[in-house]
């Protein structure tokens, strides 16, 4: 089952699943049409704990990915409760359902926006708050309950497939494309970069180990390069003399600058990232391209 399956990373991940042969349960907010019958689509509002209760009853699943939440990077207090009901309350009543039944393993997508360990940091954001949080519940489940839960921390994925082009790969290629520069921050912020298909990947060893049950595991490259510098090598990619306007917008308080540690996961689930930055940077951009081609295309 995956939760958020209408995500970049959930789409994905879905089309990874069904040409592994994978009986595939998505859910979404809202209704969905199925796909040939490749996805059993169902509707859900995981804050809704009798709706929750309900869709595990149906499925039972052996796995659950669970991908859905809200994603932000604003500090404001309007992203407060937001991030709270969707990353926290329903993934506590997902972790609470699923013990309850005793269904199979849960695979939860962390981020680097959170602290690296608890109460260690000050989370930066609702966002990190949110997600931080649900680590926290996590653990604890496992611990006291022995739920099969494995936590994930998914470090700047970027990659071909449909997503908001408000995210940064996706806007300046798009921008780039509709002859425009693209308008960012000082670039001075170091990411570590992962590409989408070395995240899957992750996520797939995370479902099968069982060494990493009850722990958190890095999904990164191990490796932090300046948005800056992403942003002038989407540029060079696309040969254009367009250049983006660093500047042109306020960075953002407190921005998290964090490396994963790809040696403590190749230990745990033996994965390593095998896309270079430059490789994935030209398949999202040929993925772009080829889309913007297409009748109707275009954001």
Aim: net charge negative; charged share 20%.
């Amino acid at each position: 089952m995956v939760t958020g399956a209408t995500g970049h990373i959930g789409a994905q991940l879905c089309q990874r699943l069904w040409r592994e042969g994978a009986e595939i349960h998505a859910v979404s907010r809202k209704a969905q049409v199925d796909n040939h019958g490749e996805t059993r689509w169902w509707r859900a509002d995981l804050q809704d704990r009798e709706a929750t209760r309900s869709l595990l009853a149906a499925v039972q699943p052996d796995v659950v990915f669970h991908l859905a939440g809200c994603v932000t990077g604003g500090r404001g207090i309007e992203a407060v409760l937001p991030t709270f009901e969707h990353n926290l309350h329903a993934t506590v009543n997902l972790l609470l359902t699923l013990t309850e039944l005793g269904c199979g393993r849960i695979v939860l997508a962390g981020s680097l926006e959170e602290p690296a360990e608890e109460g260690t940091e000050v989370c930066s954001s609702p966002y990190a708050a949110s997600k931080w949080a649900a680590r926290a519940y996590a653990r604890m489940f496992h611990t006291l309950y022995g739920t099969p839960v494995v936590n994930t921390r998914c470090f700047m994925v970027y990659g071909p497939g449909p997503q908001p082009c408000t995210r940064f790969v996706p806007y300046v290629i798009s921008s780039l494309l509709s002859g425009e520069a693209p308008k960012l921050t000082s670039g001075e912020r170091k990411v570590d970069w992962i590409y989408i298909d070395d995240v899957i990947e992750g996520l797939l060893g995370c479902a099968r180990s069982r060494d990493v049950l009850g722990g958190t595991v890095d999904l990164g490259s191990g490796s932090l390069t300046e948005v800056r510098t992403v942003a002038l090598l989407i540029a060079r990619l696309m040969d254009t003399e367009i250049r983006p306007e660093f500047g042109a917008i306020a960075d953002r308080q407190m921005e998290q600058v964090r490396v994963a540690d790809v040696r403590r996961t190749y230990d745990q689930l033996g994965w390593q990232p095998r896309t270079s930055l430059e490789a994935g940077l030209r398949a999202t951009i040929d993925w772009f391209r080829a889309r913007d081609s297409r009748p109707g295309g275009g954001n």
